[in-house]
Structures are given as C-alpha cells and as structure tokens.
C-alpha cells in the first residue's frame, strides 16, 4: 500500500516562502491533494494536482510534482501567521481512500 | 467547495454508554464516506469505509461490532461507539467523495470538522 512521508516541523518567518516536501511510494496515484488542519478542526482542502501535471499555482499556493521521484511539494508563499497548521499530502489512485502521513506541523514567526 | 458537516462537534460520555456521531454533506451527494480516528499529535488513521446502501468495510484491527457505520442515505453516515471506554476517546472524522468533482477534481474527498470524544 501507499506510503507517505513527511518532515514533521517546519518553521519560518512571516512573509518568507514555506516549503513543505512529501514523498510518496505508489506510483500509480493520480490526484495528490494537499489538507490543511487547524487545530481542533478537520481537514480542510488547500489544493491538488494531477498526476499529468509538474506545477500548480493557486494564488499563494504553489505544488510541484516530481513524479519520477515520488516528490510533491506545496509551497505558500508570503507566510502568514494564518498559515500556521499541520499539512497532509495525501496522494491517490482517485477511487481509494486516502493515506496520510504524519503530516507537518507548520510554525510562522511573527 | 463541497461542504460536510459533523454532529456533535464534542461529546462526554460516561463509560459503558453508546454514542452517536453523524456526518452529511450538505451539497452534493456521497455515495462513499470514510471515518477517521486521530490521536493527539498524529496522523488521521482510516477505521472504515462506509458505502451508501451496503455495508462499511472496516480496517484491520478495527472492530465493527464496537464501532457500527451506517449509511442509509446519499447524504449521512453515522457512526455509532458501542459501549464506550476511555480508551475510546479521541478525535473522529468523517470524510465524503465527491464523485461528481462539484468542488474540484472528480472523486475528491472533503472532510467534516470532526467530533472530539471524551469517555469519563
């Protein structure tokens, strides 16, 4: 099954870039999504991106996919501290449920 | 987007007493939902998959006779704690598919806020 790994904390200052990398191992996933949680809250939909696709840009939201490697990554750019939660990648074949990783938790200093 | 919604958003129960958590989406229809269970500080892990009409199919390790599922309509799937425990407590969260993509990508699962239960 799908394995998804995730560095755990990250930390930045308001108004930088934020990076947050994920690895995946299924290389048949075809949407990988990424969810925000806030704490005490659910997961909220931030973004996705096809398995056809290298980039995605939303706004401040930018994901790149690297799908040779298994590496997505979501940056947000101009951090604010809004954006302090922890963030799931969540890749998948489209039709089955989906594996998260331990998630990582963003920090945005003031 | 596609919306879901989770009833209650906090239940405390005493042990030994069953509980019931409820979840819709409110804008579309699901034929798929899935319940989660989430420990403090860790990942959401899948408990079962709840399909309209049949019957949930639940992960390995999770037991169905504690933990029933139904889902009666396109629209709500409860999830019922049978016989509480302490041990029972934590962050449950359902999640919807979207087969129609209405607010985004086909099949795309939107999650509800989740239901915090604390077993005294």
């Keep these: ?110 | 987007g596609a919306v879901v919604s989770q009833h209650p958003s906090w239940v405390i129960c005493k042990s030994g007493t069953s509980v019931k958590i409820e979840c819709r989406s409110l804008d579309f229809q699901a034929t798929t939902m899935f319940w989660y269970r989430q420990f403090p500080k860790q990942s959401l892990m899948l408990m079962a998959t709840s399909n309209e009409g049949s019957k949930a199919t639940y992960e390995q390790g999770v037991e169905k006779d504690k933990f029933l599922i139904n889902h009666a309509s396109l629209t709500l799937s409860t999830l019922t704690v049978t016989s509480a425990h302490p041990e029972d407590s934590s962050f449950y969260i359902c999640s919807a598919r979207d087969p129609a993509g209405s607010g985004g990508a086909r099949e795309t699962q939107y999650f509800g806020p989740g239901t915090r239960l604390l077993v005294l």
């Design chain 1, 1 to 110: 099954g799908e394995d998804v790994e995730q560095s755990l904390f990250l930390s930045v200052r308001e108004g930088d870039s934020s990076v947050i990398n994920c690895t995946y191992t299924d290389s048949s996933s075809t949407y990988l999504y990424w969810y925000k949680q806030e704490p005490g809250a659910g997961l909220q939909l931030l973004t996705y991106i096809f398995s056809n696709m290298d980039m995605k840009q939303d706004q401040r939201l930018t994901v790149l996919l690297n799908k040779k490697d298994k590496h997505l990554s979501l940056r947000i750019a101009d951090t604010q501290t809004g954006d302090s939660a922890i963030y799931f990648c969540a890749p998948t074949e489209g039709n089955t449920p989906l594996v998260f990783g331990k998630g990582t938790r963003l920090s945005v200093i003031a």
